[in-house]
């Protein structure tokens, strides 16, 4: 009967082949296809249809219709399903599904590094042979915005460390190029791992808009946060106060070596000013650090009076670093850390140079950093806590031989 049914089919095969010529390849291949599948299922059974065997495996369970995209068209096959315990999927189309994930990472990969729609279409109609519209491409860029909104979203734990810093991308805002304002936040776990925590974008980075996403790091878990480092842009100091209030707040270092420069009245001067402010940095302690600010301050009284002023009321903003272990401090005292996340996420956005709108801006970053923070989580620990747990541990021993010896006297 099998035998009969195959032939049946083949006379088929033929009858179209010879009516419609190359116009009937794609019925053609309809066919083939359906029959290959109910071949390999029977195989994968260990019986054909309605064939009683002791080597069966499983039963026969109908066909599910679907559609498939071919270099000669849109297919309706009917795939062969099967109920038991087997574990079976036609492999034409298990590689069909393939070749369709691999299209999509390519789009997913292309709008990462900022290749616009319509240049996307252009790329994978000559990579693929297929005529890939924008609206495809669109539906591709809808499931990537599904997985970073998880990402942007997942819940926190508890982080030591937290570095904060935004940077300033171009987008088209109601027929204008304005400047957008990207907040990232960096934190350091328990472990001594960095991740990229969160992200977002914002038309400026006023109080309510980095409030907005410290709320946000919050509502999502984020605790046990003991220091922060970030420059002393306004609003988010304004914001820092509100929300994680009583934290170390550390300004960074190198935002205070550039600022200094603007209070500089002589260009020779930069480079002596430069080394005075790393050396008060450079200091074995906070108390060596706050006896050479003050020499520096009294340095340039008379030669620099303007910058004398302002040393002495931001430099100790900088100097909070030193409540940190000494093997912390190098690397806590700095935001250089995100700049340098800010450098790659430029050199990925300098492809797209203007973003059509702010949700376009935020897949992009979003997929640069979590494709950089998974490499990080399972990369090399940045910090070694145990060193903070000794030095915690060292002082509540301190404590109690003060104690005993006060007691003893």
């Known amino acids: 009967m099998a035998h009969q049914n195959n032939d049946n089919k083949l006379d088929a095969v033929m009858e179209l082949l010879i009516e419609n010529g190359f116009e009937g390849f794609a019925d053609v291949l309809r066919i083939l296809l ?6 390999e299922r029977d195989n994968a059974l260990g019986a054909a249809l309605y064939e009683r065997t002791d080597s069966r495996k499983g039963y026969a369970n109908g066909y ?4 498939i995209d071919t270099r000669i068209g849109k297919l309706s096959v009917d795939v062969p399903q099967v109920r038991g315990d087997v574990d079976f999927y036609p492999s034409a189309l298990e590689r069909g599904c393939r070749s369709e994930r691999a299209l999509k990472l390519a789009i997913a990969e292309m709008y990462v590094k900022g290749i616009s729609t319509r240049r996307v279409t252009d790329v994978l109609e000559k990579m693929c042979g297929l ?4 609206t495809q491409v669109s539906r591709v860029a ?17 982080y030591t460390y937290l570095l904060l810093d935004a940077h ?36 400026s980075e006023a109080e309510t808009h980095w409030r907005q996403f410290l709320k946000s790091l919050k509502k999502r878990g984020l605790s046990g946060v003991k220091f922060v480092t970030s420059d002393d842009h306004d609003g988010l100091k304004a914001a820092l106060n509100a929300e994680f209030s009583g934290v170390i707040w550390q300004r960074c270092q190198c935002h205070l070596q550039r600022n200094a420069i603007r209070y500089v009245p002589k260009v020779s001067m930069r ?84 973003f059509p709108n702010e949700a376009s801006l935020l897949r ?5 950093e979590m494709e950089i923070s ?6 090399k620990r940045y910090l070694d806590m145990s060193v903070e747990m000794e030095n915690e541990n060292e002082s509540a021993d301190s404590k109690e031989k003060r104690i005993y010896r006060k007691k003893v006297a």
């Open 34 to 39: 359906n029959e290959a599948m109910k071949i």
């Open 64 to 67: 599910k219709p679907r559609t």
């Open 131 to 134: 005529d890939i519209s924008s």
């Open 142 to 158: 809808k499931i990537l915005d599904e997985e970073l909104n998880r990402w942007r979203n997942r819940p926190l734990g508890e």
């Open 168 to 203: 300033y991308e171009k987008v088209r805002k109601n027929g204008s190029v304005v400047s957008c304002a990207v907040f990232t936040a960096i934190g350091l776990n328990t472990g001594g791992r960095r991740e990229i925590l969160g992200v977002s974008v914002s038309l």
């Open 271 to 354: 480079t002596q000013v430069a080394e005075d402010l790393r050396d008060i940095f450079n200091a074995k302690d906070r108390a060596s650090a706050e006896e050479r600010l003050q020499k520096c301050v009294a340095k340039y009284n008379k030669s620099a009076p303007q910058l004398a002023m302002w040393i002495e009321e931001n430099i100790p903003e900088g100097l909070a670093v030193f409540a940190l272990p000494g093997k912390h401090r190098k690397r806590m005292r700095t935001t250089n850390m995100l700049e340098r996340l800010h450098e790659e996420i430029k050199r990925r956005t300098r492809v797209a140079r203007l």
């Open 364 to 368: 992009l970053v979003s997929a640069i």
């Open 374 to 379: 998974e490499e990080w989580i399972a990369g």
